[in-house]
């Protein structure tokens, strides 16, 4: 093989290397985020989720996208507020708004690990 091909061939190697990185590295799981399981339906912006498992992907301050446990159906992605627990209650990851017993509880905030900071999600009036 001459000097050329070899290098040639060297370059080629690495291109697809780098190119195929990115979706390798997105395959390893929840990038900052948690899974949660629920008993009954929840209500998210614009949709009600059945009963299952789903992942919670913080993609920014104000983007949160919900997908199936393996994420690989993504059922929303929301612009949320931002929200803050006090320091002295118990902190949940989860809160909801409990509405009339036919609805679905809507889910009101997430946080990260039971942090103090967190999303608030936002529902049309």
Do not use: C
């Not at 990260?112 to 999303?119: A, E, N, P, V």
């Amino acid at each position: 093989m001459t000097p050329l091909k070899i290098h040639l061939s060297l370059w080629f190697a690495t291109a697809v290397l780098v190119l195929s990185a990115p979706h390798a590295l997105s395959a390893q799981g929840l990038i900052k985020g948690s899974t949660a399981t629920f008993e009954q339906p929840i209500e998210i912006p614009g949709l009600v989720l059945p009963a299952g498992t789903y992942a919670f992907v913080e993609q920014g301050k104000s983007l949160v996208q919900v997908w199936d446990k393996d994420q690989r159906k993504l059922y929303a992605t929301l612009i949320t507020n931002a929200a803050e627990q006090v320091q002295f209650e118990e902190r949940r990851e989860f809160e909801f708004e409990k509405r009339s017993s036919d609805s679905p509880p809507e889910l009101k905030s997430w946080f990260l690990g039971s942090g103090l900071i967190g999303h608030e999600f936002i529902y049309p009036k």
